[in-house]
């Protein structure tokens, strides 16, 4: 569960980056605190629902135990496509940090 929460709030880096570039700085920290707990009520709904669904004798994921179909083969090219996506949002702010070590004295 902890390694699925670190995952699932794993944008959190570009939190910063964001606060800097909205428009109304000052609202920004409700909205963050309505998006996080959105997203944890989500997590939490869709878990139970799967625990409901399968029970105890489940695989690691959840999507590997349902039937082979159009929408499942679907929601694995979406996951990926996710994790392609979120790719370059999560680096993002890994980049700055280390542009202003290498080229900041120049």
Do not use: D, R
């Not at 964001?18 to 309505?34: D, G, N, S, W």
């Not at 690691?60 to 996506?85: D, R, Y």
């Amino acid at each position: 569960m902890i390694g699925f929460a670190i995952y699932s709030f794993e944008g959190i880096g570009v939190v910063m980056p964001i606060m800097q570039q909205a428009a109304q700085p000052q609202h920004f920290i409700l909205l963050l605190t309505l998006a996080i707990g959105t997203l944890t009520i989500i997590y939490v709904i869709f878990g139970t629902i799967c625990y409901l669904s399968f029970g105890t004798a489940t695989n690691q994921v959840v999507t590997e135990m349902l039937s082979p179909s159009i929408v499942t083969t679907s929601i694995k090219i979406l996951f990926c496509f996710n994790l392609i996506a979120g790719y370059s949002i999560t680096i993002y702010p890994t980049n700055l940090i280390l542009e202003g070590w290498i080229f900041g004295k120049l």
